[in-house]
Each structure stands twice: as structure tokens, then as C-alpha cells.
């Protein structure tokens, strides 16, 4: 009886956990940026899903003149043809915010093209809807 009430215990919390995750967050370098991506549903889904791009330069202050772009992508399968897709991010409050509307459940290829000064930088990552 002991072990039950301790496996419920537990439980209750790992769905508690689940319930109130944070965003899905990728952080990682572009060029000279640090950049961290936070998708608003953890894990990502089949539908709208709203980025936020949080953009610093080296010396840590943010970058509030740059052009965002991403681009978002399911490679082809076998009676299916590959699925490619650009949003512009808009800046709001400091941060660059964009929508993915993912179409289908699978693996995706996230690309954040980040244009300053002339110069893009990118970066990319994965994600499971």
C-alpha cells in the first residue's frame, strides 16, 4: 500500500510537471549571435505554433535592427513531396516573434536567417511535432 501511494505521489507530479513545462527553448550561436528560440508549446504540435527569437550581440546587449526570417521544413517521403515554408519575424517588445503553421506531425528542419549589416547568419535545428 506504502509503494502505491508513493507511485501516485510521484506521478501527480510528473503531470504536474508536464502541465506547466516551459517553452520549448533552443539556444545556440549564429555568427557573432547568441540566440535562443522558445516555441510556445512543449513539445511542438500540428497546428500554430508562435516563436520567439531572442537576439544579443557579442557584447550581450540586444539586436533591434536586424531582418528575421524562418524558414521551416519537412523533407520528402515516399508519395509526399517536401514541404517548405518562410515567415518574417517581426520585433515586439525587444524579441523577434514569428507563427509556424505546421501541417503534419513529424520531423521538422527549423532555419533562423538572421540579416544585419549585410551579413546573414544562421541557425538551424530540429524539431518532432
Do not use: C, H, Q
Request: glycine content about 6%; charged content about 25%; hydrophobic content about 45%.
Amino acid at each position: 500500500m506504502k509503494k502505491l501511494i508513493v507511485t501516485m505521489v510521484a506521478l501527480m507530479f510528473v503531470i504536474t510537471g508536464i502541465a506547466f513545462a516551459k517553452d520549448y527553448e533552443v539556444k545556440k550561436k549564429a555568427g557573432d549571435f547568441d540566440v535562443v528560440v522558445a516555441i510556445d508549446k512543449n513539445p511542438p504540435a500540428v497546428g500554430k505554433n508562435n516563436l520567439t527569437i531572442d537576439i544579443k550581440d557579442p557584447s550581450g546587449k540586444p539586436v533591434a535592427d536586424a531582418k528575421v526570417k524562418v524558414e521551416y521544413s519537412m523533407p520528402a517521403m515516399p508519395g509526399m513531396p517536401a514541404m517548405n515554408y518562410k515567415t518574417d519575424a517581426e520585433l515586439k517588445d525587444g524579441k523577434y516573434t514569428a507563427t509556424m503553421d505546421l501541417s503534419m506531425a513529424g520531423s521538422w528542419n527549423i532555419t533562423v536567417k538572421i540579416t544585419r549589416d549585410g551579413k546573414t547568419s544562421k541557425l538551424k535545428f530540429s524539431i518532432d511535432a
